[in-house]
C-alpha cells in the first residue's frame, strides 16, 4: 500500500500545478484511507497537508580527527571545503541547481567569519549561489538544516547544501582588549607627538592574550564542570559514566570496523596522507578509565578526560531537496526531514538537558510516541550529561516539577541508542555534528528497517534541539 | 460500620505501635546518626527552629553521640551534617548565656564547650565537618574542632565568628583554634570584625578544605539532593582520612609560608599586636570592651601557651557577658531580629509592578535596592537628565558589586533589566504599589498623588517618601486615603537598614502589610509607627540638633563637638551630621516641627542655618558647610567662612553645664526623652522600634542600644536628674517626659522585662 502510495505520488509530481493543486486533495484523501485501513500494519508517515516534503538525499562527513592531528594546519574553510567537495562528489549535484549554502560553526576564524561562503567558492560550487554561517553552540549545524527546512518549505529554495564545520586546532587568540585600544588609536595619530603620546600609555600586561571563552559566558562555569554537578544532581556514579563511555566507543569501534559509517569521505590533507577514517575511537578498559582524575571538579568529581568528548575537527555537508525536486532530478533521496523543536531552559542548572526538554515536545508535535521511534541519535557531550538526560526523561517528578507536564515521556530503549557510535567516541566538531547525527540516524534507519529517528542535542546556553527523522521507503 | 470501625482500631493500634518504637529509637531531639559502612553520619537538625543553635541539649546530645562513635569497634571515621536547609550552626544558644547571672555562670558555659571541642579535635577517629548554611560562632567553633571542613559553595553559606557584634568574643576555643588555621592577622580580622567569610574565600584562606558546588534540579529538589551530594562526598572524605589516603594537612603557598615564618618572631608578633590595638582603640574610642579583650586573649594563649589561653578566653567571655556593652548589643541583635517580621502578615496581593517617583537620590536608591531582588520597578522622572542621573545611579549600585565580586556582570545586566526608566505614566495601571520620592514640598506631594490616582488601579498602595511632611496632610488629596502611607528611607538607601513606615489613621491594616512585605524584599529592618510631625526619627533627631547649634552658638567650634559627639559613640559627628542632610533641609525640617512642637524643640537659633543657606553653605552638597567638601581631598578643613557667622550669633555658656560631658548630655538626653514621649504618645508601639529606628536610622550609639535600652541599663533617675539640672539652665525644652518620670520613681519598672 505505501508503495503504491508514493509510486502515485511521485508520477504526480511532475505534472502541472493545476493538477498539482488536484492532486494534493487526492493525495489527502488516499493518504485518510490508507492511514485508517492500514495503522496495524505501518506507521502512518508524517507529510502534512499543504507542506512540501523535504528529504536529505545524502549527506557526507570529513573523518572526524581529535585536533592537534591530521587537521592542525588547515583553516576552517579548507575543512568545510572538503566535506562540500565529499558532497558534491557523492551526489554529482550540478552544481548550478544548488539555491543555497548554510554552514555553523561555533568558534569563528575571523578572517573566514562567513565560513560557508568562502568554502563554497574554493569547493567549486557556482560565485551565484549564496551562501552564509549561523552560530547556535553545539547545535549550529542542526540550525542550518532547518533553516534549509524553512527555504524550502516557504517555498524560496528547492536545493540547499547545509552543513557545519570546527577546527578545534587553531582558535583566534586575541590581544587584550587595552592592547587593541592601543593599536586602534596608534592608527588614528597622526603626529609622530601623538603616535609617542599613545606609546607611552603601554604597559607590560598589555601583551597578555585573550583565549575564547571556555566556560558559559552568563554563568561563567565550564561546561565540564556544569556537566560534572549535572551528573551529581541526579546520582550518576563515576562507574556508571565510564561503562556508558565504553560503550560508546565500543559501537564506534564496530560500525567502524562493519563499515557502516558510510557518511565518511576520505580526504586528502594537503602535504600529508589522505585520511580516511575517525581517529578519536578508543575502546578502553574500565580499570585504565578508573585511573584517570576527575578534569574539572577536583579531586571528587565524576567527569573525566575519558567520559568526556574531546576537542575535535572535522566538518559534514547534506544535501536537502524538496521532495518532488529530487525525485525530478532522479535521485533516490534517504530520508525525510520531519518536525523539529528547538527549547531552551536555565543555561545554570540546566545547561545540558536539553533533550529532555525537547524530546517529549517533538513527539507532541509530531503526534508519536517514544514506541514509534527506531532509532535514537543523541549527541553525546559528556556520559553524565546522556546518563542525566536518560534519567530525567524516565522522571515524573522532574516532567512536572520542571517541564510543566503531567507526566514523563520515557527513557529510549538503549538498544536502539546511539548504537553505531556517538560524540563521544567519533568525536564533537561542535558545528558539525548536527549533520553527523541526521545521516547516523537515516543510514541506521536504511540499515535496519525503521521508520523514525529521532535526532537531539544540548548546546551552550542551555538550548536544545530535536528532530524526527523519517526513513525514505526503499 | 464495623469495617471502618475495626480500620480505625488497627489504624489506632499502629500508631500506637510505631510511637513506642519511635519513643525508644528517638530519644535524641537535636541530633541522630546512623552508619554508613564505617562511617558514622551525624546529622544536626534542632525541631521548631529555623536554625540549629548551640543549646545545651544540643551539646549534650552530641557528647553522647561521639562517646558512642568513639567506643564502637565498627566505626572509624565521622561526618558531621545540618539536614536543616541553609543552616549548618548558626551560633550559640542566646537564651542560654542570657539565662546566666553572674560572669562565673558563663566562664563555666565557655569551659564545659572548650573541653568537649578540645576532646573533638583530639580524636583519634577523624570527624569531617560538611556545612551547608550558615557556619557562625559556636558553629564554626565546632567546625574548626573537627578533623576536616567541606563547605558548599553557595550563598548561603557563610562562616564567621559574629561574636564581637554581641560585645562577647567566641568563647569556644576560636580565639586558640582560628590564629593557628588561618594565621594571626586573618584571624584577627574575623573575630574583630565579625564579618561573614563566603565559602569560596574559607577555602583561600585554608579555612576549609574542600568546597563541594551547589546542584540543580534532579529527581529530587535541589536542596535536598545538594546535602545529600555534600553528605556523599564527605563520606568519601571521612574514608579517606581514617585510610591516611588523604592529610588534612594543606599545602601552604608561598607568601603564606614567609608570613607564617614572619609570625614565627616574637618582635613581629609584638608590632601586629601592637597595631591592631591601635587600629581597635581608635575606632571603638574605647566604648566597646570586647575588641581589646579578644587582642588580649589571642596573645594569651600565643604567647604563654593554650592552657593559659584557654583559661583566658573562658574567664574574658564571662565578663564580657556581664557588661553593659554586651546587653545593649544582644538587645539591638534581638530587635533587628524582630524588625525583619512581617507581624501584619502577609498582604492580599503581593506587589509584583513597583513604579518609584522620582529619579534623585532617594527615588534611585529606592528603584536600586528593589531591582536586585528581582522587582519590576518603573522609574519615573520629568526630565530625561533627571532621569538619566538616576539610571546611572542603579547602574552604579550594581557595578559596584561587580567589582567587589559579590555579583557578575550578567547578574548585573539581569536586574539591571528589571528596571523600566521613563517620563510619563505608561505602564500605571498595572502598578501594585508607587512609591513617590518627589522634593518635600507639600502642594508638590498633592499634585503627584492626584496624577498618579488617576492612572492607577483600585488595589494600588500609594506610599510617599517623606522624611518630615505629615502622610495625612498628604493625604487629605487622596480618593482613596486608605491606601496612602508613609516609607521614609534614608539615604544612601542601599546602605542604610533602616525603613521608618507611616500609618494613618485612615491607612488599612493591609496597606501596611503589604509596605511591610516589600520593606522586607528590599532587605530592610522595619519599624511601623504613627503619623505625626516628624514621625518618629525626625522628631528624636530634631531637639537633638536644636542643641547642636546651641552649643556651637555657645563657642564650641565644629570639630570640638564632633569629637565630642563620635566618642560617645555616634558614628558621625553632629556637625558633620548637618552637612550630610543638608543645611536647607535641616532648616525645613527645624521650622515645621518647631512650629508644632513650641518650646520643646527650642535650644539653637535658626538664624543659623538661615545665614548658611544665604550664604549657600548648603552643606555636603553645595560643597561647603561648617567644612569645606573637596572631590579627591580626604581631610576635610574647617570652613573659615563660618567663623563670622558664628560669631554674629554668639551666645553666652553656662560653665556649670558646658563640661565635655555636661555636652555630652545635653544632645543625647534631648534625644532619649523626645524617644520615649514618643512611646507615650504611641507614635511607637513598642522600645524595640524605637531602640532600632534609632540606631539604624540615626546612628544612635550601638553600643548603648538605643535610648529605651540606655535609659534600662544606665537608670532612669540619673537621666531624670541630667535632664532636671539642664532643665534648671535653660528651660522646658529639657523637662523630663512623663513615662520617663515613672521609670525614675520606680526602679522595677523597665522597658525590657
Given amino acids: ?474 | 460500620r464495623r469495617w471502618l470501625a475495626s480500620s480505625i482500631l488497627i489504624y489506632f493500634s499502629y500508631i500506637c505501635r510505631s510511637f513506642t518504637r519511635a519513643s525508644a529509637l528517638l530519644t535524641r531531639t537535636h541530633i541522630n546518626y546512623g552508619v554508613k559502612g564505617d562511617v558514622a553520619v551525624i546529622r544536626i537538625n534542632s525541631p521548631n527552629s529555623k536554625v540549629n543553635t548551640l543549646s545545651q541539649e544540643l551539646h549534650s546530645e552530641f557528647m553522647e553521640v561521639m562517646n558512642e562513635v568513639w567506643s564502637s569497634s565498627q566505626i572509624r571515621s565521622a561526618v558531621l551534617i545540618s539536614t536543616k536547609p541553609g543552616c549548618f550552626i548558626a551560633g550559640a544558644d542566646l537564651n542560654m548565656l542570657n539565662a546566666c547571672t553572674t560572669s562565673q555562670e558563663v566562664t563555666q558555659i565557655s569551659q564545659e564547650a572548650q573541653k568537649m571541642f578540645e576532646k573533638l579535635e583530639k580524636s583519634t577517629k577523624p570527624v569531617v565537618a560538611a556545612i551547608n548554611g550558615s557556619c557562625l560562632g559556636g558553629g564554626l567553633e565546632l567546625a574548626i574542632s573537627c578533623q576536616y571542613r567541606i563547605a558548599t559553595k553557595d550563598k548561603k553559606t557563610v562562616l564567621g565568628s559574629p561574636e564581637v557584634l554581641l560585645g562577647i568574643l567566641p568563647g569556644a576555643g576560636a580565639t586558640q583554634r582560628l590564629p593557628k588555621m588561618v594565621g594571626i592577622p586573618a584571624a584577627f580580622d574575623m573575630m574583630l570584625t565579625g564579618r561573614s567569610i563566603r565559602a569560596d574565600r574559607a577555602k583561600k584562606m585554608g579555612l576549609v578544605d574542600q568546597l563541594v558546588e551547589p546542584l540543580g534540579p534532579g529527581v529530587k529538589p535541589p536542596e535536598e539532593r545538594t546535602i545529600e551530594y555534600l553528605e556523599e562526598v564527605a563520606i568519601t572524605f571521612a574514608k579517606g582520612l581514617a585510610d591516611k589516603k588523604i592529610t588534612p594537612k594543606r599545602d601552604k603557598g608561598l607568601v603564606e609560608k614567609m608570613t607564617s615564618y614572619a609570625l614565627s618572631i616574637p618582635f613581629v608578633r609584638q608590632q601586629i599586636y601592637k597595631k591592631v590595638e591601635e587600629k581597635v582603640r581608635k575606632q571603638t574610642k574605647g566604648l566597646y570592651p570586647a575588641p581589646l579583650k579578644i587582642i588580649d586573649v589571642v596573645k594569651t594563649g600565643i604567647e604563654q601557651g593554650s592552657n593559659a589561653g584557654y583559661l583566658s578566653e573562658s574567664q574574658r567571655f564571662g565578663e564580657l557577658a556581664m557588661t553593659k556593652e554586651s546587653k545593649a548589643l544582644m538587645g539591638l541583635y534581638r530587635g533587628q531580629t524582630q524588625c525583619k517580621k512581617n507581624k501584619f502578615g502577609a498582604p492580599q496581593k503581593e506587589v509584583k509592578q513597583l513604579a518609584v517617583l522620582g529619579a534623585g537620590l532617594m527615588g534611585a536608591g529606592i528603584a536600586q535596592v528593589s531591582v536586585d531582588k528581582g522587582l519590576q520597578t518603573i522609574l519615573k522622572d520629568t526630565t530625561l537628565p533627571a532621569l538619566g542621573r538616576g539610571q546611572q545611579q542603579v547602574f552604579k549600585g550594581l557595578n559596584d558589586k561587580v567589582k567587589k565580586k559579590t555579583l557578575t556582570s550578567f547578574e548585573r545586566d539581569a536586574m539591571f533589566s528589571n528596571l523600566i526608566g521613563q517620563l510619563d505614566y505608561r505602564g500605571f495601571e498595572k502598578a501594585d504599589m508607587v512609591i513617590e520620592a518627589v522634593f518635600e514640598d507639600l502642594s508638590l506631594k498633592h499634585r503627584v498623588l492626584k496624577e498618579t490616582e488617576a492612572v492607577i488601579p483600585d488595589h494600588c498602595v500609594f506610599a510617599s517618601n517623606t522624611s518630615a511632611l505629615p502622610i495625612g496632610e498628604i493625604a487629605t488629596v487622596s480618593k482613596r486615603p486608605e491606601k496612602v502611607i508613609g516609607m521614609h528611607y534614608f539615604s544612601p538607601v542601599d546602605k542604610m537598614q533602616l525603613l521608618e513606615i507611616i500609618t494613618t489613621e485612615k491607612t488599612s491594616k493591609d496597606t501596611t502589610a503589604s509596605a511591610v512585605d516589600v520593606g522586607l524584599r528590599q532587605g530592610k529592618v522595619i519599624i511601623v509607627v504613627k503619623d505625626g510631625p516628624g514621625f518618629y526619627t525626625t522628631r528624636c533627631l530634631t531637639p537633638m540638633m536644636s542643641e547642636v547649634i546651641r552649643i556651637l552658638q555657645e563657642g564650641v567650634g565644629p570639630k570640638k563637638l564632633d569629637s565630642l559627639t563620635t566618642s560617645f559613640g555616634f558614628p558621625v559627628g553632629a556637625a558633620t551630621l548637618v552637612d550630610e542632610v543638608g543645611v536647607d533641609v535641616a532648616k525645613h525640617v527645624a521650622e515645621n516641627l518647631g512650629k508644632e512642637f513650641g518650646e520643646r524643640f527650642a535650644g539653637g537659633s535658626l538664624e543659623m542655618l538661615q545665614q548658611m543657606i544665604s550664604k549657600g553653605f548648603l552643606g555636603r552638597k553645595s560643597g561647603k558647610g561648617f567644612y569645606i567638601y573637596q572631590e579627591g581631598v580626604k581631610n576635610k578643613n574647617l570652613n573659615s567662612d563660618m567663623d563670622s557667622i558664628l560669631a554674629s550669633l554668639k551666645m553666652p555658656s553656662q560653665p556649670d553645664v558646658s563640661s565635655d560631658e555636661d555636652i555630652q548630655y545635653r544632645l543625647v538626653t534631648r534625644f532619649v526623652n523626645e524617644a520615649i514621649l514618643c512611646l507615650q504618645e504611641g507614635v511607637l508601639a513598642t522600645p524595640t522600634e524605637g531602640d532600632i529606628g534609632a540606631v539604624f536610622g540615626l546612628g544612635f550609639p550601638p553600643c548603648l542600644g538605643g535610648p529605651f535600652h540606655f535609659v534600662d541599663l544606665y537608670g532612669a533617675q540619673k537621666i531624670v536628674d541630667r535632664l532636671r539640672k539642664y532643665e534648671a539652665a535653660y528651660g522646658k525644652q529639657f523637662t523630663p517626659c512623663q513615662l520617663l518620670v515613672d521609670h525614675a520613681n520606680n526602679p522595677n519598672k523597665k522597658f525590657y522585662q
Fill in chain 1, 1 to 474: 500500500m505505501t508503495s503504491l502510495l508514493t509510486y502515485t505520488f511521485k508520477n504526480l509530481r511532475n505534472t502541472s500545478k493545476w493538477a498539482l493543486r488536484f492532486c494534493k486533495f487526492h493525495l489527502f484523501f488516499l493518504f485518510k484511507i490508507r492511514f485508517e485501513s492500514s495503522q496495524t500494519k505501518s506507521k502512518k508517515t508524517l507529510a502534512k497537508p499543504n507542506i512540501r516534503n523535504i528529504v536529505v538525499v545524502d549527506g557526507v562527513r570529513t573523518p572526524f580527527l581529535l585536533s592537534g592531528t591530521s587537521y592542525k594546519d588547515l583553516m576552517p574553510h579548507d575543512l568545510a571545503r572538503a566535506a562540500l567537495s565529499g558532497l558534491l562528489h557523492r551526489t554529482s549535484v550540478p552544481k548550478d541547481v544548488v539555491d543555497y549554502i548554510i554552514f555553523g560553526t561555533v568558534i569563528q576564524e575571523v578572517k573566514t567569519s562567513n565560513v560557508a561562503r568562502e568554502a563554497a567558492l574554493g569547493a567549486g560550487f557556482s560565485d551565484k549561489t549564496p551562501a552564509h554561517t549561523v552560530t547556535m553552540a553545539c547545535i549550529s549545524s542542526n540550525q542550518a538544516m532547518t533553516t534549509a527546512v524553512g527555504l524550502i518549505a516557504s517555498g524560496q529554495c528547492d536545493v540547499v547544501v547545509a552543513g557545519g564545520v570546527e577546527l578545534m586546532s587553531d582558535i583566534p587568540i586575541r590581544h587584550s582588549r587595552k592592547m587593541r585600544k592601543m593599536m586602534l588609536d596608534l592608527n588614528k595619530a597622526k603626529t609622530l607627538a601623538q603616535r609617542l603620546s599613545v606609546i607611552s600609555k603601554f604597559r607590560l600586561n598589555f601583551l597578555s592574550p585573550e583565549l575564547p571563552a571556555v566556560s558559559e559566558f552568563s554563568t561563567s562555569e565550564t561546561m565540564g564542570h556544569s556537566a560534572d554537578r549535572l551528573a551529581a544532581a541526579f546520582a550518576i556514579s563515576r562507574e556508571e559514566q565510564d561503562e556508558y563511555a565504553l560503550r560508546s566507543h565500543s559501537l564506534a569501534k564496530r560500525a567502524q570496523d562493519e563499515g557502516l559509517l558510510s557518511d565518511v569521505v576520505p580526504f586528502k590533507v594537503p602535504g600529508r596522507d589522505t585520511v580516511t577514517q575517525d581517529n578519536g575511537i578508543r575502546p578502553s578498559s574500565l580499570d585504565q578509565m578508573a585511573k584517570l582524575k576527575p578534569a574539572f571538579i577536583k579531586p571528587y568529581g565524576t567527569v573525566t578526560a575519558a567520559n568526556s568528548s574531546f576537542l575535535t575537527d572535522g566538518a559534514s555537508a547534506v544535501l536537502i531537496m524538496a521532495e518532488e525536486k529530487a525525485l525530478a532530478m532522479g535521485y533516490k533521496p534517504k530520508a525525510y526531514l520531519r518536525d523539529f523543536m528547538y527549547v531552551s531552559q536555565d543555561p545554570k542548572d540546566q545547561l545540558l538537558l536539553g533533550p529532555t526538554y525537547a524530546t517529549p515536545k517533538v513527539l507532541e508535535k509530531a503526534g508519536l510516541t517514544m514506541n514509534d521511534i527506531d532509532a535514537f541519535e543523541f549527541h553525546e557531550a559528556f556520559s553524565g550529561q546522556i546518563l542525566a538526560n536518560l534519567k530525567a526523561m524516565d522522571s515524573d517528578w522532574f516532567a512536572q516539577n520542571y517541564m510543566g507536564r503531567k507526566a514523563k515521556v520515557g527513557s529510549p530503549p538503549l538498544e536502539k541508542f546511539n548504537t553505531w557510535g556517538g560524540s563521544l567516541s567519533l568525536g564533537h566538531p561542535f558545528g558539525a555534528t548536527g549533520c553527523r547525527l541526521v545521516m547516523a540516524a537515516a543510514n541506521r534507519l536504511r540499515k535496519e528497517g525503521g521508520q523514525y529517528g529521532l535526532v537531539a542535542a544540548c548546546a551552550a546556553g542551555g538550548q536544545g534541539h530535536a528532530m524526527i527523522v523519517e526513513a525514505y521507503p526503499k
